[in-house]
Nanobody, 116 residues
Framework: QVQLVESGGGLVQAGGSLRLSCAAS????????MGWYRQAPGKQRELLAH???????NYADSVKGRFTISRDNAKNTVYLQMNSLKAEDTAVYYC??????????WGQGTQVTVSS
C-alpha cells in the first residue's frame, strides 16, 4: 500500500507564502502523474496542479502564476510552493498520485488557512 504524507500547511496572512510537501512511501517514478488538489468547506475538490513523471506541469487558472509544483525524485517528494496567498485559498490541500488510469492514491490532507 502506498502512503502519501502531506506537510507544510498552517495559518498565514494574505499575501504570504507556504510550501507544501508530499512524501511518498515508494519511488515517485512509479506514478505517471502527481498532483495537488484542495477542498474548501461546502465545495467540491478541485485540481490545482499536476506534474508528470517527465516533469511537465499544468495549473488551474485560479492558481496559475502564484503556485508552483515541483518534484524531488531523490526524496520521493512533490512540492507545492504557494505565493501571494488569498483568503479564498483557505482549504484542505491533498496530494494525489496516479499509478495507472484506475489506480491512484491520496494523502490525508493538510489544512491551509489564509487570514485576510
Amino acid at each position: 500500500q502506498v502512503q502519501l504524507v502531506e506537510s507544510g500547511g498552517g495559518l498565514v496572512q494574505a499575501g504570504g507564502s507556504l510550501r507544501l510537501s508530499c512524501a511518498a512511501s515508494r519511488s515517485i517514478f512509479s506514478f505517471f502523474l502527481m498532483g495537488w488538489y484542495r477542498q474548501a468547506p461546502g465545495k467540491q475538490r478541485e485540481l490545482l496542479a499536476h506534474i508528470t513523471s517527465g516533469g511537465s506541469t499544468n495549473y488551474a487558472d485560479s492558481v496559475k502564476g502564484r503556485f508552483t509544483i515541483s518534484r524531488d525524485n531523490a526524496k520521493n517528494t512533490v512540492y507545492l510552493q504557494m505565493n501571494s496567498l488569498k483568503a479564498e485559498d483557505t482549504a484542505v490541500y491533498y496530494c494525489n498520485a496516479k499509478a495507472t488510469i484506475r489506480v491512484d492514491y491520496w494523502g490525508q490532507g493538510t489544512q491551509v488557512t489564509v487570514s485576510s
